[in-house]
């Protein structure tokens, strides 16, 4: 098995960065799919910490990497699955989201003492290079288990709605998330959003209106999610976004209401800091049973599933 990537565009590195650093809030270890045209990280279920949350994050070797070589395990099986503790590979990019001298990433499959995942960190300052090296630890993952990390089989959703801004979803649920620790997300086919927490002493509502409406293509076998919408606004510029405090979750006249129940916690999990920004941020509903967190960064996608709890 070999593996060898490498990135030298300093918005890809951070965001790579950024993106991994996001993912690695949720469980304590990460699933790494190497394919010959792209590199998955993988949130299964089976990791104890991760609240039934799965995710799904692919970079694609074309747009993203300037060098890609792999050899998986057989020409026939042409593959690599490896597990890698979501800490370390924190740990390891930590510096890469607001350093402006790193020139370039290497990424490789070494054997040291055990099999290891390598960042090659190279630095350019005005007088000097400097290469840091990472070795993390990782464990190879047998053909027996590669299902386990397939990319995940989704239902046919019930509502899908474009997101306000990251910044304006992820204050909303820092200022909620001290009421209680489950959250009710309410979507209508008419464009509305509510964030609501209940407890025994208060009611709080957080409604977004007029959002735009997604019709999702929800087959698993193609992997480039194909994503069409009409807007309900008629405004130019996109999405109005309007932010309400209300008392109920819905209004009189909303009709198709479709709701799941979610643990705060994890949920702000999967919201990223406001310094990622992706070009688009898509949440959809199965009614009571699952909260569906699609991202576009670009050419990169990440999604999570969230399921809803009783």
């Known amino acids: 098995m ?20 996001t993912l690695s809030k949720s469980c304590k270890q990460l699933a790494v799919r190497i394919t010959p045209d792209k590199l998955v990280f993988v949130l299964s279920e089976r990791d104890s910490e991760s609240h039934g949350v799965t995710a799904w994050c692919e970079f694609t070797q074309e747009s993203y990497f300037i060098e890609y070589c792999m050899e998986g395990v057989t020409p026939e099986d042409n593959e690599i699955y490896l597990e890698v ?19 370039a990433v290497k990424i490789k499959l070494t054997k040291k003492l055990v099999p290891c995942l390598t960042f090659e960190i190279e630095s350019q300052t005005t007088n000097s290079s400097v290469e840091c090296i990472h070795d993390i630890p990782v464990s190879i993952i047998g053909r027996r288990n590669w299902g386990e990390y397939q990319q995940p089989e989704l239902p046919v959703f019930d509502v899908s709605l474009a997101m306000p801004d990251i910044k304006i979803v992820r204050r909303t649920l820092e200022r909620l998330k001290n009421l209680g620790p489950k959250l009710t997300v309410t979507a209508s086919n008419l ?39 009409h807007r309900r606004s008629t405004q130019a510029g996109g999405i109005t976004n309007e932010l309400n405090i209300s008392a109920t979750a819905t209004q009189a006249g909303d009709r198709d209401v479709h709701r799941v129940e979610v643990d705060m916690k994890a949920l702000l999990h999967v919201i990223p800091t406001e310094h990622l ?8 509903i199965v009614h009571k049973r699952m909260l569906h967190i699609f991202y576009i960064f670009g050419d990169v996608t990440l999604q999570y599933c969230v399921p809803g709890v009783l």
């Open 277 to 284: 920004k992706p070009t688009h941020f898509i949440c959809s």
């Open 85 to 103: 503790s979501s800490e370390s590979l924190a740990s390891t990019l930590s510096g890469l989201k607001s350093s402006s001298t790193v020139s």
């Open 2 to 21: 070999k593996f060898r990537a490498k990135v030298e565009d300093i918005l890809l590195i951070r965001q790579f960065s950024q993106i991994l650093q």
């Open 191 to 229: 464009g509305k959003l509510c964030f609501t927490v209940e407890s025994y002493a208060v009611k709080s509502c957080v409604t977004y209106s007029d959002l735009r409406i997604f019709e999702v293509d929800n087959d698993a076998a193609d992997e480039n999610r194909r994503v069409s919408h």
